[in-house]
């Protein structure tokens, strides 16, 4: 089906959205340590690397997709944490079972 490939990035848009709202809703500046400048300036490397090489618009966006999605994902989890209001162990069994759940389909 078309678009339907790109549902996982419009999620991830979504919560990365939803986050910026709880920031701003509960006037708290995000933390920004090594890790996230680590990631940042990993992502500027391959973008600066492509342009270089001449890469199209369209090599970096399906580059970025496949080589950095899942760090933006990460930090939006990240992130997010100070706003949960659920247990580490439910949050532990919710990841298990989406992982059997992927692994299913």
């Not at 970096?60 to 899942?70: H, N, Q």
């Amino acid at each position: 089906m078309p678009g339907f490939v790109y549902v996982k990035e419009l999620v991830l848009m979504a919560a990365a959205f939803v986050l910026v709202l709880l920031h701003f809703r509960h006037k708290r500046i995000p933390q920004i340590d090594t890790l996230d400048i680590a990631i940042l300036l990993y992502v500027l490397v391959l973008v600066i690397v492509s342009i270089v090489n001449g890469v199209s618009l369209t090599g970096m966006m399906f580059g970025l997709r496949y080589d950095a999605e899942f760090l933006f994902a990460f930090l939006v989890a990240r992130h997010s944490v100070p706003f949960l209001t659920v247990s580490s162990r439910t949050i532990l069994m919710r990841f298990v079972y989406s992982a059997l759940l992927a692994l299913l389909i």
